[in-house]
């Protein structure tokens, strides 16, 4: 079984440019849910997303950022007009229906850097 | 959400025993205990979860005390490969809740 896959792996932007970062669940997961990692810290909560439906976006910045899950295809976290701030890490994990006592999968996430 | 409290971080020498306890005074009835690791670069990792009493797998075990209000990830003979950062989580076992993820425990392995 694959995991969940991420990528780009490592992405860079310009200042004022389009970031896009796509998140394949896992095979039999309908969960998707992205977190972002400032160096040195933990990861934050941003959105839980099921398939074509946001389900929960509490975390995510109300500007610039936005998130997808499409009926096919995976899901993507975009960001316009980045800042330096953007700079990090996304994580993307998926989980099923039921989580039962296995937990979350969590990608190799995206490094983005913004110049 | 319960809120979690962990050592910032830990050494430790290959070969040795070690005991990351974290502090979950608000932990609820429904909650369960969650421990993941994270390797620089890389995304966290699950790596065991308990309600009460003691779990065991293969890579680590897990203590919980009657009231539950703490909780002791044990990792017996660790190696380098075992540095890394250590979350605890409480929350509840079911798909939505998204996790929340403290500052964790920076776990060094030394020679």
């Known amino acids: 079984n694959a995991g969940v896959m991420q990528n780009p792996r490592h992405l860079v932007r310009r200042r004022g440019q389009e970031a896009r970062l796509r998140c394949s669940p896992m095979k039999g997961h309908s969960h998707v849910y992205w977190y972002r990692q400032l160096p040195e810290e933990g990861l934050k909560f941003m959105v839980y997303l099921q398939k074509e439906n946001i389900i929960d976006e509490s975390g995510m910045p109300k500007e610039r950022f936005s998130a997808e899950f499409p009926k096919e295809g995976p899901s993507i976290l975009r960001i316009q007009q980045v800042v330096r701030g953007d700079s990090a890490a996304y994580f993307c994990a998926s989980s099923p229906r039921v989580v039962a006592n296995y937990g979350y999968t969590f990608g190799s996430g995206t490094r983005l850097t913004v110049v | 959400l319960a809120k979690t409290t962990q050592p910032i971080s830990m050494d430790s020498y290959e070969g040795q025993e070690v005991n990351i306890t974290c502090s979950h005074n608000?932990?609820?009835?429904?909650?369960?205990i969650t421990w993941y690791q994270q390797f620089p670069s890389q995304g966290p990792r699950f790596i065991i979860q308990?309600?009460?009493t003691k779990v065991t797998n293969e890579v680590a075990s897990l203590f919980i005390p009657a009231d539950r209000k703490s909780s002791t990830l044990s990792l017996p003979r660790v190696s380098l490969s075992d540095t890394a950062v250590y979350y605890c989580?409480?929350?509840?076992?079911?798909?939505?809740?998204?996790?929340?993820f403290g500052g964790g425990t920076r776990l060094m392995v030394k020679p």
């Open positions: 989580l409480v929350g509840y076992n079911n798909a939505g809740n998204m996790l929340t």
């Open positions: 308990g309600y009460k």
């Open positions: 608000n932990i609820a009835t429904n909650d369960y």
